[in-house]
Each structure stands twice: as C-alpha cells, then as structure tokens.
C-alpha cells in the first residue's frame, strides 16, 4: 500500500520561523515592539521584560481570576489540536470524540465561577500572577501595580481596523437598548416604578391610586 501524506499549510516570518497559523506567526512578529512597549514600563531588567512579553496572554488572564472565564485564543487552539489529534489516532475507545469533535471545539466553555467580593478579586489576581512568577510575590506586585501601562504595551503593533460609522452607530443604539432594559429589570426587582430613558436614566412614574373600596 502506498504512503499517504498530508500537507499543512504554513506560516513563515521574515526570520524564518514557522508557524502552523497566521495568527501566531502575527503574535511573533509582534514582539519585538512589545518588548520595545515594555522597556518603557521597566528600566533595566531584561529578563522582566521577556519574561512578561513571553506570558502576555497568561498574564492578562490572570486579571480575570475570580470572574467569568473566557475561552482564549490559545486555549481555542490548543483544543483544535488536542481533537485533530484525537481524530487522527483513530482509537476506537476515543470513536465518540473523533465523531464529534467539531461539536465539542464550537461549544466549549469554562465552567461558571461564583463572583468574588472585590477583595478577593484582588487576592485571586496576586495569586495568579504570583504562580505565574515562580513564587515571586515582588513580581507579582510590580505587575499589578502597572497593570494598564502593561497592558497597554501587549497591545503594540496590532493592526486596528477601522469600524464602519454605521455599524458604529447599531452598536451604539444596542447597548443603549441593553442599558435601558437592564434599569427597568433592576428597578422591577426593586418593587419600584420607573420610566426609563434612552440615556439609561431612570424617571419615577406616579403610581395610579388604587379606587377606594365602598
């Protein structure tokens, strides 16, 4: 029987590194001025500066401890790859995950998390990044303490698309929408009567006065 090949496409950058997707081959040519970004947050400490450029992801991850948790990119595609595994091993144990990989990838997500106070939002975040740093509460702090100048730096070099005006304006008019009827569901939980306006403020309604029984 003849061998069977497979081609993958991939991705290449000017450095002649491979990639299995363009969004990672994207994220590598990337760093290079996020490392520039965070040279202006950290003075003379190299090593912090490649350690946070190398743990971009994780560490914005971890500012979301204690809240809903989302499906990263990452994580999207290390599934997608752990499944197309799963798919090409052809084990009949796994059969009912091969069939229904595609199902599984497309409706993942995390397990719902009670909310946290937020103290220990806070508490949960240092731990996080304290993990992360191999222990290093110092670490940890600095990042916490510079957490939007950090952020902002991981966010160098990406290409920001232009939004069209209209599409623009129908968001803006939903979460206008969204705002007003959440008011009105919070104000119906408080047992009270309110109108609420476009701005998402709330007008009190005169309640009608019940008929006085005969």
Sequence with gaps: MADTFELKPTFQTPDGKTFDTKAEAMEHMRRPKVVEALGSVVEDNAELVDWMADNREAISDAFDAGKIKRVSKSERGQLEKALKAVVE???PKFRFIAENHEAILETFRWPTQKRLSPEDQAAAVKEELTTLADGNEEVADFVIENKDAILEAFDAGKVKREINPKAREGLARY???QKRLKAEREAAERGENVQVEE?????????T?????K
Excluded at 199 to 207: F, M, Q, R
Excluded at 209 to 213: G, S, T, V
């Design 209 to 213: 006065p019940a008929p006085k029984k």
């Design 89 to 91: 091993a052809g084990e």
């Design 199 to 207: 701005d998402g403020s709330e007008e009190p309604v005169a309640k």
């Design 175 to 177: 979460q206008e929408e």
